[in-house]
């Protein structure tokens, strides 16, 4: 076999990969729900208490409801990277199914390859959705500076992505995972602003959350909603973590 058909065969082999876990994935009712549905239900629910559609003079004339569509997509991104992928690679290697790949010409990396694809596809739906449900119900601007959003918004996953691939790789069990994912995912959720949005933050505080992946996430992406180009800071931020994490996630990650 040559080498141009033996990688035929293998990207072949990874597509259907592919198709299969998408198969799969859209037979996890819970997941989908809590990666697509649960972000905008937040919203909806916030949305409707008649204060919080309601400008404010120390949000700069803005309404919460508009500070929490930005949150929302973050959190679409936490529930897919941080609560539902890292359980799903850990347990096809707690299972074996990651030695047993690693002997065919599919190698493991093209099964966690399709998790990150699936993953990141899901938390693109429900951001859209999110994004669409603030616009159409609550009359929320959608984001003013399209590139600087799809820019932050893509670093905002890569991080959180690679976050559950730190968080799997260091659990040896489905278990661990779900009780470190845990740990995990309140911290993420309150960087990122769902209990009280980053830029309403204390100044001591803000600059502490702001080092952080989500922190910077939910500053670049509201910057962005505005119609100002993200602060090369906050991107960076994502960006430097991104890598730290993915190299982490790397080193400790086991097949078996």
Not at 84 to 104: D, H, K, N, Q
Not at 105 to 129: E, N
Not at 188 to 214: H, N
Request: include cysteine; aromatic fraction near 8%.
């Amino acid at each position: 076999m040559t080498a141009t058909t033996s990688a035929t065969a293998v990207k072949g082999s990874a597509t259907a990969v592919l198709r299969a876990e998408a198969r799969l994935f859209l037979r996890e009712p819970a997941a989908l729900f809590w990666i697509l549905v649960f972000p905008t239900v937040l919203l909806c629910i916030l949305g409707s208490i008649p204060s919080f559609r309601e400008p404010a003079d120390d949000l700069n004339g803005l309404r919460v409801v508009d500070l929490y569509v930005p949150i929302a997509v973050l959190l679409a991104v936490i529930m897919s990277g941080i609560q539902a992928m890292p359980p799903v690679l850990t347990g096809y290697r707690e299972r074996g199914i990651l030695r047993r790949m690693s002997t065919t010409p599919v190698r493991p990396g093209s099964l966690i390859g399709a998790q990150v694809v699936l993953h990141g596809a899901a938390a693109v739906l429900s951001a859209s959705l999110a994004l669409a449900v603030g616009r159409i119900v609550f009359d929320v601007a959608l984001p003013r500076q399209i590139p600087g959003y799809l820019v932050a918004f893509a670093l905002a996953a890569l991080a959180t992505l690679a976050l559950g691939g730190t968080v799997s790789a260091v659990s040896r069990t489905t278990k661990i995972t779900q009780a470190v994912g845990s740990v995990v995912f309140f911290p993420a959720m309150f960087t990122s602003g769902v209990w009280l949005p980053v830029s309403t933050m204390p100044d001591v505080l803000q600059r502490i959350v702001d080092i952080t992946p989500l922190g910077a996430a939910a500053q670049a992406l509201d910057a962005a909603a505005a119609g100002d180009w993200p602060s090369w800071t906050h991107l960076g931020v994502m960006a430097l973590w991104t890598v730290l994490l993915m190299a982490a996630a790397r080193r400790w990650f086991k097949w078996e």
